[in-house]
């Protein structure tokens, strides 16, 4: 059943049933593409970044991983696109599917912050408990993404705020073992710091959607969205407003001062050496 009045605001175009209708809530749509479009053209930038670079050793993995992040960012947001255009509601496989593409995405950020800890940190337990929680978050949002329910993009968007929240914490813990120096004045190196406030800005844009999604979202159809507060889907509309900065960012900030990354391992407690590729400092520059 359509709604004439959308929370405060009174409408000429009725609102349809999105259980009914495809692509009933176009900020919903629209959010989607322009997320796939923007990860498509930061994913092209990423990826000259990583043909340009001359010295491969410390870079070239963190670099794959973010290339990748972008690659399935695209193919997640514009098959979600796509889906919301053609099917009703959200519980289908098409834009499930999606979900787990892009949770699939934030894999390789997380293990791009993980493996810079792990590079980085001489302390085997916070090594272990970053891991430990990285791989939580991600299989807890493939668990969200395959357990039916009626939580729409809500439980979607916590697991994708974790997600960033331990890129964000693993940055930070980071930047106390990074002993790289810029500067004339030999200063302490604030890439990791500001790689860490980057993912603030994806926290708040995924905290937007998941916090709105009962009264914004499919959920606040059947009350004609009363709490809203403005239009149907308007919160992924805001969300763009914290999402847009942290793409902006994440890609001068690894072509400028690339991290190493590690994993763990499992054949030997004695740390990496401080020669080896993955455990000297940042590579800065291109």
Not at 15 to 44: K, N, W
Request: hydrophobic share 45%; with cysteine.
């Amino acid at each position: 059943m359509a709604c004439d009045y959308n929370g405060y605001i009174f409408l000429d175009d009725p609102i349809p049933d999105p259980a009914q209708t495809p692509a009933a809530h176009p900020g919903t749509l629209s959010t989607f593409y322009v997320c796939a479009v923007a990860s498509l053209v930061f994913g092209l930038l990423m990826l000259c970044c990583y043909r340009s670079r001359t010295d491969k050793s410390v870079a070239g993995r963190s670099d794959r991983l973010h290339v990748a992040f972008f690659v399935l960012a695209t193919v997640g947001y514009f098959g979600a696109a796509v889906s919301t255009q053609v099917y009703t509601g959200d519980w289908n496989w098409a834009i499930q599917t999606s979900k787990a593409v892009i949770i699939l995405a934030w894999a390789c950020l997380l293990t791009a912050s993980c493996g810079a800890l792990e590079a980085l940190c001489s302390v085997r337990c916070l090594k272990a408990t970053v891991w430990l929680a990285g791989l939580a978050v991600v299989l807890a949002g493939l668990v969200e993404v395959v357990v039916p329910g009626d939580r729409h993009f809500q439980g979607f968007t916590y697991c994708l705020a974790a997600a960033a929240t331990v890129c964000a914490l693993a940055w930070l813990v980071v930047h106390f073992y990074d002993k790289s120096k810029v500067g004339l004045g030999n200063d302490r190196n604030p890439a990791s710091v500001y790689r860490s406030l980057s993912y603030v800005f994806a926290i708040a844009s995924f905290i937007t959607v998941a916090i709105l999604e009962p009264d914004c979202g499919y959920a606040g159809h059947p009350v004609c969205y009363k709490n809203c507060g403005f239009y149907a889907g308007s919160h992924f509309t805001l969300s763009l407003i914290g999402l847009m900065p942290f793409y902006m960012a994440l890609v001068p900030l690894q072509c400028c001062t690339a991290f190493p990354v590690a994993f763990p391992s499992v054949r030997s407690a004695a740390e990496p050496s401080p020669d080896a590729p993955d455990a000297q400092g940042p590579k800065s520059g291109w």
